[in-house]
Every structure is written in C-alpha cells, then in structure tokens.
C-alpha cells in the first residue's frame, strides 16, 4: 500500500476555546421622565455623547412652578407666623413674671395670676403650632422644588444616545422613555459555553476577540464572568468577556469571535494529525519496519542477466502513544514515541499492523526505496 511519512517535530503547543457571541455595551439604561407632562424640548440626537448628570430633554412646568411659587408664599407666612408668636410669648412670660412676683407679695389676686399662666401656657403652644406648620410648609416647598426639578430629564450614565423614542410634544410619564444611553468606553462579548469546555476556563483568562468590522484585527479583553448555571435547554453557561473600547470602534450588536488559550507548552513533540489513529480501542501511530530484501520483478523473456533483489521491505507496525494538546493538523505526543521517529500519514487510517507498505513516490521493486529514518536501502545486484 503506498503512504506518505512524516518526521516527529518540536514546537510551542497551544490548546484553544473558539466561542462565537454579540457585543453589547457595559451599560445601557433608558431615560425616563420622574413626573407626568408634556415634553417641552429634547436636546440630543442619535449618537451624540453625553455625560451622566446632563440635561436632555425637558417637561413642561409652568404648573409646577405655580405651585412651587404658591408653597414659597406659604413658608414665607409660616416664617412670620413664628416670629409673631414669639414675640405673644415673650409678652405671656414677662406679664407672669410680674404677677408671680405680685402673688407673692399677696399684691394680686389668685385666680388673676392662674389666668395670667393660663395665656402664657396657650402662647407656648401658639408657637410649637406655628413651628410645625413651618416645617409642614417647608417640606410641602421642598417636595415640590424635587418635583420641579424632575421635569429636567438628565443622563443617567456617560455614553451615547443609542436610541431616540420621542420628540417633544409627546406626552410622558414615568413609563414612558425618552432616549436610550448606552456607555461604550468598555465592551462586553456574550457567548454561551458547553458544559466540557466552562472546566478550562476560569476568570481574568485573557482572550483574543474578532469581529468581522475589522477582518484580520484582534482585540484583546479578559473573561470577566462566568455564571454558575447552566441553561437546562441548551445546556450551556453564559459567559461575558470584557474588552477595552478606547477608540469606541466596537459597536453593541456587532457578531464576534473569541479565542481563549486554555493550555499551552513549549518545545512539545508533535506529528501531523492524521497520523494518530485507534486501533481497538487504543491511540497510536504507524511506523514503517523493514523486514529484508524481496525479489525483484521477473527478467524479461530474451533470457537477461539473472534476477537481482531490490532494497528492504517495509511493514507497518503500530505503535501506542499518549497524545496530549491538539492543535490544528499538529497533535501533542507525550510519550511512546523518540524525537527523529518517522511517522505514516495519508494511508494510516487504512493500515492494519503488518501491512506491507511503500512510499507514495515509488512502486514496489523499483530498487530505490526509503528507509523509515530516511537512509537509503542497498540497491539490487548486477545484471
């Protein structure tokens, strides 16, 4: 059977996860109005960067401002209210001062002095009145200044203005946003993960993200989480992967690719992928044997010089081995095979061990056959 060979090699072996995913933003959160209104204004547009905390659209208030000028009045009494019951108590207290100090020297009759402590005690109570309706108007001004203010509808992150709903005119309420804010500044990869692959992954593994906006460019993140459990209908685990956005090239929505390295060797000893086969249950590969000359073809019927022998013979014979990281057409040999070893290729899925074999680039008896390490067999006799 005609196979090709191929020498055992050294090199650096790496083994990889490849996930596919979308991308999404680190952050996307809605703008919502606080209060029930008419939309007076909005001041961004698609795409436009905003900072957290800055104003974007705006409620009509001329109705809450009404009521937050009316409240304004109110603290305002309720302010005078206390300095005028202050003032009817100071009054109460220096007029009972006096009557105490007339009772006591017998100057004044009893029952004067009770109603005299009578209105000094209804003074007191006058102005804990007046300080609780000041706190009551004070909270009623307050509430409304927070409600007032709530009609300016601000960024609740920094980002851009992914989406755009309404424009003003329209009518809002708490249920109702206004613009979608996304923050970009960080990326993060979704993708879902098979159950043997989540054992070799771990969190802060780097990655290597493609997308297919940039062809041919990688972009470097991190795995940054990884959830506990598994979806019972597909089986897989979610996971995220963050990637720096400096230059806010990735966009939310774009398909991407990840290469997580889970194992990695240097000076390893690898051959060609498909020269490892089973045989009955067990990994090897197939190595040639030479078992001596053989005859060569019959001389030709004019009666030539007697027959001469070609080079050695070669079999298969299969060898066990221990295969360790797999990567692309190399395979990972962690023992059973010695480095300069000669290994069959294209041919070996359809050996069984003892097969009389040949190299591809020549034909059985031609006198120039390969030894398995590469030296060269004896050539026939003389004709």
């Known amino acids: 059977m005609p196979v090709e060979f191929a020498a055992v090699s050294r090199g650096n072996v790496a083994e990889r996860v490849t996930l596919v995913g979308n991308l999404i933003g680190a952050a996307t959160v809605e703008a919502v109005p606080r209060v029930n209104g008419r939309l007076q204004s909005v001041s961004v547009r698609l795409g436009d960067a905003v900072r957290r905390g800055q104003p974007i659209a705006k409620v009509e208030d001329r109705e809450i401002q009404e009521q937050v000028n009316q409240a304004e ?6 302010q005078a209210l206390i300095r005028q019951r202050e003032a009817d108590l100071n009054l109460a207290q220096t007029n009972l001062e006096r009557n105490r100090t007339l009772l006591e020297r017998e ?14 005690q209804a003074a007191v109570a006058q102005l804990d009145l007046a ?11 307050d509430e409304l200044k927070i409600n007032l203010a709530n009609t300016v509808i601000s960024s609740p992150v920094d980002g851009f203005v992914g989406k755009r709903y309404l424009d003003p005119g329209a009518s809002v309420s708490p249920n109702v946003p206004v613009a979608s804010i996304v923050d970009i500044r960080t990326v993060r990869m979704v993708a879902n993960v098979v159950e043997k692959d989540v054992k070799r992954l771990s969190i802060g593994m780097p990655a290597q993200v493609e997308v297919d906006a940039f062809p041919g460019e990688k972009f470097v993140g991190r795995v940054a989480r990884i959830a506990p459990v598994f ?18 090239r990735l966009k939310p929505g774009m398909y991407s690719r990840v290469d997580l390295t889970t194992e990695s060797r240097e000076n390893a000893m690898t051959v060609p992928s498909n020269a490892v086969v089973e045989v009955q249950g067990k990994l090897g590969v197939f190595v040639a044997s030479s078992v001596g000359p053989q005859p060569a073809s ?5 009666g030539a010089a007697a027959p001469h022998a070609s080079g050695p013979s ?20 962690t023992s059973g095979l010695s480095d300069g070893a000669r290994v069959i290729t294209t041919g070996a899925t359809a050996l069984k061990d003892g097969d009389r074999i040949v190299a591809s680039n020549q034909t059985p008896g031609s006198g120039r056959g390969q030894a398995p390490q590469g ?8 004709r």
């Open 73 to 78: 009045a109110a603290y305002k009494v309720s």
């Open 107 to 120: 100057l004044l009759p009893r029952q004067t002095f009770d109603d005299t402590e009578a209105r000094h």
């Open 131 to 141: 300080r609780a309706q000041f706190e009551q108007s004070k909270s009623r001004l």
């Open 231 to 248: 979806d019972p209908q597909t089986r897989t685990a979610e996971m995220e992967i963050e990637i720096p956005n400096a230059g806010y």
């Open 298 to 302: 019959n001389p030709s019927a004019q």
């Open 314 to 333: 070669m079999t298969a014979k299969f060898q066990p081995v221990q295969v360790g990281i797999r990567q692309g057409a190399q395979v990972e040999i």
């Open 375 to 382: 030296g060269q067999t004896p050539q026939g006799g003389s």
